[in-house]
């Protein structure tokens, strides 16, 4: 049995049980990811008219997702500082209960109104598991073993979304849409249970003050923001009055947020953080590979759905290679980066995903299914190669105290990306689909039949044999639009390609692992 290192801080008996503790925190953190990789599956079944589904529209379902991720992005950080203060393991508990009681309350949403309401009562929940399940892990592996456990949590990332879209698939197979939030009720249970008997609790000596000016600034920003995107695409039209003046108050009442955190004696946020390039750019390239993923998840399940045939379980099946390689690769990629460095992993792993979503623009209604496979699975193995390293530079960047303001920290960019992406990818599909699909439409035509092609194929369908003639133009409209967004989605990831090749260090020659950490959470060149 190994022992703790003598200059560890960390108790024995907590030394012990740490990979136990670190099953039941990737247990935690198996439901938040959990959530949307189900939604991911379920979205063609919601926007499906009653009693299948709720009749959502594509803006409506963007809310449904970014409900959720606005709330978890607008509260991670405030999240991570009350774990500070009041102790991790309370925080997790607490989240957790609240977490499954909105999954309940979805669950029994009787319209998309009441589901995105809930959504953002399960965000709330989630804000405060997330930040709390890597801030645990930093307080109870040492500095040597963080880097492979902080790999085998994000393995556990690449799981629940292998997981989530299977188990999504089988329960809309034979049950209603809303087992796929009821279904995260007794992962909760067990997971409460689990964490009072194995989790320790830990808390920050000196935890900064909560921030509410800088949180109100933030959450009222990003969703005047987000809200502007899809408003723009669900019009087809970005120059309309109401969009840009949305979109212009959003960016001005976050960049208000900006100029209070670097006045602020207890940011939310602090802003000093940012002056370290390496830091900075580990940060700001994790928001861009999640705004690239959640945009193409979002239009691959109307793809595979919708375009190809395959039911929700078949789809869920279909996105497995993307799970699995993350899942394999991930616990491994500290050893890649070991052999050559950081900047040139993470840089191939960014061109890798940029190459894999470009790829989508080859796709057709006819492209062998092996060919999504493919570039399923090579997106997975270059996410594995960007998220590990960078987690890795973020959660040592600061002191082990300050453990929850990191995790915070780096999750909100991965949900403020995830968000932005399904708001601006989205909207690019919207206006895209609509430019491609007006001209079949039949004089007459509600604007909102051209808004999605499940909005379309539905006014098709109320048309009767009419409305036949309608499919074969709204696929293809459709494979145009997803080609255009695809490839938006591509110039976003070689951004970030570039921001890792020039500001992330490459490998110190003769350096140990350990000075190599050292060196590049300290170096701002």
């Known amino acids: 049995?190994?022992?703790?290192?003598?200059?560890?801080?960390?108790?024995?008996?907590?030394?012990?049980?740490?990979?136990?503790?670190?099953?039941?925190?990737?247990?935690?953190?198996?439901?938040?990811?959990?959530?949307?990789?189900?939604?991911n599956v379920a979205i063609k079944t919601i926007s499906t008219p009653a009693p299948t589904g709720l009749g959502a529209t594509q803006s409506e379902l963007e809310w449904a997702i970014n409900a959720y991720t606005l709330v978890f992005a607008g509260l991670l950080f405030s999240?991570?500082?009350?774990?500070?203060?009041?102790?991790?393991?309370?925080?997790?508990?607490?989240?957790?209960?609240?977490?499954?009681?909105?999954?309940?309350?979805?669950?029994?949403?009787?319209?998309?109104?009441?589901?995105?309401?809930?959504?953002?009562?399960?965000?709330?929940?989630?804000?405060?598991?997330?930040?709390?399940?890597?801030?645990?892990?930093?307080?109870?592996?040492?500095?040597?073993?963080?880097?492979?456990?902080?790999?085998?949590?994000?393995?556990?990332?690449?799981?629940?979304?292998?997981?989530?879209?299977?188990?999504?698939?089988?329960?809309?197979?034979?049950?209603?849409?809303?087992?796929?939030?009821?279904?995260?009720?007794?992962?909760?249970?067990?997971?409460?249970?689990?964490?009072?008997?194995?989790?320790?609790?830990?808390?920050?000596?000196?935890?900064?003050?909560i921030d509410p000016v800088g949180v109100l600034l933030s959450v009222v920003g990003l969703v005047l923001l987000v809200y502007g995107i899809i408003r723009g695409g669900q019009l087809a039209d970005f120059t309309d009055v109401t969009v840009l003046g949305t979109i212009a108050a959003g960016l001005a009442v976050l960049a208000a947020f900006v100029v209070v955190e670097k006045r602020s004696d207890h940011p939310s946020i602090d802003m000093s953080f940012f002056r370290n390039k390496v830091f900075s750019a580990a940060i700001g390239v994790i928001g861009l590979v999640f705004f690239a993923l959640m945009g193409v998840t979002f239009?691959?399940?109307?793809?595979?759905?919708?375009?190809?045939?395959?039911?929700?379980?078949?789809?869920?099946?279909?996105?497995?290679?993307?799970?699995?390689?993350?899942?394999?690769?991930a616990p491994r990629a500290r050893l890649v980066v070991d052999r050559f460095g950081?900047?040139?992993?993470?840089?191939a792993g960014m061109l890798?995903?940029?190459?894999?979503?470009?790829?989508?623009?080859?796709?057709?209604?006819?492209?062998?299914?092996?060919?999504?496979?493919?570039?399923?699975?090579?997106?997975?193995?270059?996410?594995?190669?960007?998220?590990?390293p960078l987690s890795v530079v973020i959660m040592q960047a600061l002191p082990r105290e300050k453990a929850?303001?990191?995790?915070?920290?780096?999750?909100?960019?991965?949900?403020?990306?995830?968000?932005?992406?399904?708001?601006?990818?989205?909207?690019?599909?919207?206006?895209?689909?609509?430019?491609?699909?007006?001209?079949e439409l039949p004089p007459g035509a509600p604007h909102a039949a051209a808004e999605s092609i499940e909005a379309t194929l539905g006014f098709a369908a109320r048309l009767g044999d009419r409305g036949a003639?309608?499919?074969?133009?709204?696929?293809?409209?459709?494979?145009?639009?997803?080609?255009?967004?695809?490839?938006?989605?591509?110039?976003?990831?070689?951004l970030g390609a570039v921001a890792m090749a020039v500001f992330l260090p490459g490998r110190p020659k003769g350096a140990q692992p350990d000075e190599k950490e050292a060196e590049l959470v300290t170096q701002d060149r």
Not at 4 to 19: D, G, K, L
Not at 304 to 327: F, K, N, W
Not at 342 to 347: F, G, L
């Open 299 to 329: 239009f691959s399940v109307f793809y595979t759905q919708t375009v190809r045939g395959y039911s929700p379980l078949q789809t869920g099946l279909l996105m497995l290679p993307l799970a699995l390689a993350q899942l394999v690769f």
């Open 469 to 494: 003639a309608l499919v074969g133009p709204a696929h293809d409209a459709f494979l145009h639009a997803m080609h255009v967004t695809a490839l938006c989605g591509a110039a976003v990831a070689v």
């Open 79 to 209: 999240a991570g500082l009350l774990g500070d203060r009041l102790g991790r393991k309370k925080v997790l508990l607490g989240g957790l209960v609240v977490f499954g009681l909105g999954s309940a309350l979805a669950a029994g949403s009787g319209s998309p109104a009441e589901l995105i309401a809930f959504r953002a009562v399960m965000g709330l929940g989630a804000a405060f598991v997330m930040p709390a399940t890597l801030a645990v892990l930093m307080n109870v592996f040492d500095r040597e073993e963080q880097p492979k456990a902080i790999g085998v949590w994000a393995g556990g990332v690449g799981l629940a979304i292998a997981v989530g879209p299977i188990t999504g698939g089988v329960l809309l197979d034979h049950f209603w849409w809303g087992s796929v939030f009821l279904v995260n009720v007794p992962i909760v249970v067990l997971a409460l249970g689990l964490m009072l008997w194995l989790v320790p609790d830990s808390r920050d000596p000196n935890p900064g003050r």
């Open 342 to 347: 950081n900047s040139a992993v993470c840089t």
């Open 404 to 439: 929850g303001s990191a995790s915070a920290l780096s999750n909100t960019f991965r949900q403020v990306g995830g968000a932005l992406g399904i708001a601006v990818l989205g909207s690019v599909l919207s206006t895209a689909y609509r430019s491609g699909i007006e001209g």
């Open 352 to 388: 890798l995903i940029a190459g894999m979503l470009a790829a989508f623009a080859v796709l057709d209604a006819d492209t062998p299914i092996w060919v999504l496979e493919v570039v399923f699975f090579l997106m997975g193995v270059g996410m594995a190669h960007v998220m590990t």
């Open 1 to 39: 049995m190994t022992s703790a290192a003598p200059e560890s801080r960390i108790p024995e008996a907590v030394h012990r049980r740490r990979w136990a503790i670190l099953g039941v925190l990737m247990l935690s953190l198996l439901i938040v990811v959990l959530d949307n990789s189900i939604l």
